[in-house]
């Protein structure tokens, strides 16, 4: 079960956290991640890590603006988001994928991957 949480509004060049509580992401290969849907738009993947660590990988249009990051003991997945754009709004979601392919493709598949309900960022 994936439950995010943190949204708001903010004004452009400033900077949000949202989290997510990640309940049964326990083995190390699960890919963890975040990705977006603005209004009218397809979903975007932003970044990814894998729930046993490593480096994170980034959407180029987040990179250097965003940082994924995990609190393994509260089982939470974490975004920071700096220098947030107009572009940046959307309902962000958390994404579990047990099969680690999201770390690398950023693409969110219905079919294989898990996701909460999202939370709303408005710049």
């Known amino acids: 079960q994936l439950v995010e949480s943190g949204g708001g509004s903010v004004q452009a060049g400033g900077s949000l956290n949202v989290s997510c509580v990640a309940s049964?992401?326990?083995?190390?290969?699960?890919?963890i991640g975040w990705f977006r849907q603005g209004p009218g738009n397809e979903r975007e993947g932003v970044a990814s890590i894998y729930a046993g660590g490593g480096r994170p990988h980034y959407a180029d249009s987040v990179k250097g603006r965003f940082l994924i990051d995990k609190d393994v003991a509260r089982n939470k997945l974490l975004l920071h988001m700096n220098n947030l754009q107009p572009e940046d709004t959307a309902m962000y979601y958390c994404?579990?994928?047990?099969?680690?392919?999201?770390?690398?493709?950023?693409?969110?598949?219905?079919?294989?991957?898990?996701w909460g309900q999202g939370t709303q960022v408005t710049v």
């Open positions: 049964g992401v326990t083995r190390n290969a699960y890919c």
């Open positions: 994404l579990a994928d047990p099969s680690g392919a999201y770390f690398y493709t950023l693409k969110p598949l219905s079919e294989s991957n898990y």
